[in-house]
């Protein structure tokens, strides 16, 4: 292996893994199993994981057709509205709430108005966790699928139309086939990203247990009071996560899909 | 994890601290020597949330009294910090909102920490009102959206003591992070009531309405002050300790809506 590449590899390997030695190291084993079983810690961790996989569903059905308007349709625009939709990506997850908040909340642009006929407000529900974290991982999605559907040859989709297929039909049959790949790692990309959301979902949807509050912001306020207890719940959310990823890219993914 | 960058005076602070000792140097020791010894280089005061607009007038107000003088805070969460300090911060003082994390760095102080002002719960409100809110049963109520503190930080322990007192089971929708994500979704309208400091409902202005409560005097918050023995500016931290405690900072903690304890 030549040393340019080996020694700033290597370098990454220590910068990203030492911090989660650290955590290995000063967590609190002997008791370990105390904290698990406080009330709350599998809520939190149940709430996590089902929150995120819907993010997840709900970034697929909408990012995956968003990202084929970006590869492959002539839209004018189309820069201007890659730029706009990845936005979330950049913008600090905190004013993403606040943003939330101004169009869905009860006193929000779209939120007035379902509040005034329906009496239904979304922040502080389990379905506002649900659309803070799609916000937040979706463009994970989208830039993944539209990078593979640009990578695809599409010399496939051209055969499909000459032999008689119409758009709608070349999509499904061939396209979305030859872009699965990319597909999954994106959307393994759009859940972590779901799992790991913090500061949407804390200003969004409020932090509640059983009803708002996922892993990450049970371990931002365990960590004011007892720090010890704080790193065992990130231990475990991280344990699942790892877990969930690797059993994926062993059963689904195949090699190559997922890093 | 996003959001709440702990710090962000790093860099700058340093620059300042390197400029006020030249200008120390330059200046001699004629103008800033005081009783306490010099007053002068660079003073670090972490301090809870709730204080910011009182001591920052409070730090310009000495910077005035010693040329040469570069007052820096930190403004966040007590609990937020303890950890800090506690993980080796270089402050000189330390002002919490909470005896009890102000307990958690008790071995690094200078000296004894003694309360030096109170502040106690009130009821925010939208401006109008709008959930008809008229006490602090109505937290009992599960058609009003409502807001607490987290019982892990000192506004929502206070929070759970009252409600103990008042002997209501509150049905919140959010436990907040901090009084001051609370106070936020009063001001965006987003929740009927919530239950804050009487000092956040102050400096919230027309925003917001304060619905005082008499059971919150039963649970006073008392907010501990100390010097650091690592500080490394014990003269000028001296300094600010003492204007705090004495009329004046006494007189703009009164103004802000503190209570003395």
Known sequence: ?259 | MSGHPPGHRAGRGRLLAGASLLVLAGCGTDSTATADGEVGGTLTVFAAASLTDVFTGLGDQLEAEHPGLDVQFTFAGSSTLATQIGQGAPADVFASADTAQMDVVADLAADEPAVFTGNALEIAVPAGNPGGVTGLTDFADPDLALAVCAPDVPCGAAAEAVFADVGITAQPDTQEQDVRAALTKVQLGEVDAALVYATDVRAAGDDVEGIPFPEAAQEPNEYPLCVLAAAPNPAAAEAFVALVRLAEGQQALTDAGFRTP
């Open chain 1, 1 to 259: 292996m030549p040393v340019p590449l080996l020694v700033p590899a290597l370098l990454a390997v220590g910068f990203l893994v030492l911090p989660l030695v650290g955590l290995v190291v000063r967590a609190p084993w002997p008791e370990i199993g105390a904290q698990l079983a406080r009330p709350g810690v599998g809520e939190a961790l149940r709430l996590s994981l089902v929150s995120a996989t819907l993010a997840t569903l709900l970034s697929l059905l909408l990012g995956v057709p968003l990202a084929w308007v970006l590869a492959r349709s002539q839209v004018r625009g189309r820069s201007l509205l890659r730029a706009l939709v990845t936005v979330p990506l950049v913008l600090p997850p905190v004013v993403g709430g606040v943003a939330l908040f101004l169009v869905l909340g009860r006193q929000g642009i779209v939120g007035r108005w379902l509040f005034e006929a329906t009496g239904f407000s979304l922040p502080f529900t389990t379905a506002a966790v649900v659309v803070a974290e799609t916000f937040v991982a979706m463009p994970f999605l989208v830039i993944s699928v539209e990078g593979a559907l640009r990578a695809a040859d599409a010399r496939f989709e051209d055969a499909a139309a000459t032999l008689g297929a119409d758009r709608w039909t070349t999509f499904r049959r061939v396209t979305l086939p030859l872009v699965a790949p990319g597909v999954a790692a994106g959307a393994v990309l759009c859940w972590a990203r779901a799992l790991g959301e913090f500061g949407a979902t804390i200003t969004f949807a409020g932090n509640f247990p059983g009803t708002t509050q996922t892993m990450p912001l049970a371990v931002y306020l365990t960590l004011q009071r007892d720090p010890e207890a704080a790193i065992v719940l990130s231990l475990v959310l991280l344990a699942v996560s790892l877990a969930t990823l690797l059993l994926l890219r062993g059963r689904w993914l195949g090699r190559g899909a997922v890093g």
